[in-house]
């Protein structure tokens, strides 16, 4: 039996062109996503529309770290963070507004967005179908697609009024391309102070490069200029399972050994969260 289109999907079709053919709109046939030249596109039991084609990347969440990942945000630990982006997004956008979410992983952070604006709707892309699986149960008024950010966006250009990039890779031309002119690009990114203690506790969790500032205002300036950084810096508690989940959820946790993450005694009680929001305006 032919999957149902799940209304958030339906919602988000004029946004969507067909991966292949590139100008070709998309259209819901027999539990698929179908462009006239016949290009289809299947849509998953889980809600979310698979429209990445070809090599797939190997980089996306695996089941475990989605996992991992969605037991450390119902915590509400990060619940800040999400407030503070929530907020930037919601500044200065139509009150029907479109939101895509880049990277958007579970849909954590465009939910929060959503709950933020309820006349807006919400698109959410990602390697992970793992992932996705969450991201499409996320908010009722999000969908979710598979796709990868280092390749053009399957989207038309200048559908989005806002593109959210938090924690995740960016691709400047491609989110010039689908923002309006009075669009918002929202990145966030963490500093050198986050999770400081974590990453004293285990060397092999991934570090972040000094450089980074240096480099993202290099990759975007071409294409956007800031229009405001916030810094949203907190202290937070961590249970042993917490901590375990904090590194699980992350590219830390292909470099960590399990008697690393089994041994309590490595794993920190409280880390320092530190990160930036900047919303930049397209050029």
């Known amino acids: 039996m032919p999957v149902p289109l799940p209304p958030a999907l339906e919602r988000s079709l004029d946004l969507l062109r067909c991966p292949t053919c590139r100008t070709r709109h998309l259209h819901p046939d027999r539990g698929a996503l179908r462009c006239p030249a016949g290009h289809a596109f299947d849509i998953a039991r889980h809600g979310y529309a698979g429209l990445l084609t070809g090599t797939r990347a190997t980089s996306g969440d695996d089941a475990a770290m989605v996992q991992a990942r969605d037991r450390f945000l119902s ?62 149960r996320a908010h009722e008024r999000a969908a979710a697609v598979t796709w990868d950010v280092f390749r053009p966006l399957p989207l038309a250009d200048g559908v989005a009024d806002v593109v959210l990039d938090v924690f995740a890779p960016r691709n400047p031309a491609e989110f010039h391309r689908v923002l309006r002119p009075t669009g918002r690009l929202i990145v966030v990114r963490p500093t050198g102070r986050h999770l400081a203690e974590l990453r004293g506790r285990l060397p092999a969790v991934v570090t972040i490069d000094p450089a980074k500032e240096q480099r993202l205002h290099r990759a975007l300036g071409p294409f956007f200029e800031a229009a405001v950084t916030e810094q949203v810096e907190y202290s937070a508690t961590l249970t042993g399972r917490d901590a375990l989940d904090l590194v699980a959820m992350t590219p830390s946790a292909r470099h960590v050994s399990r008697a690393d993450l089994n041994d309590g005694g490595l794993l920190p009680g409280q880390v320092t969260v530190s990160v930036l929001i900047t919303a930049y305006r397209p050029r």
């Open 75 to 136: 915590t509400g630990t990060y619940a800040p963070i999400r407030k503070a982006v929530a907020h930037s997004a919601a500044d200065s956008v139509p009150e029907r507004a479109t939101i895509l979410d880049v990277g958007c992983g579970t849909g954590y952070y465009l939910a929060g967005v959503l709950d933020q604006l309820p006349g807006a709707r919400g698109l959410g892309l990602d390697t992970s179908v793992r992932a996705l699986r969450s991201a499409a």
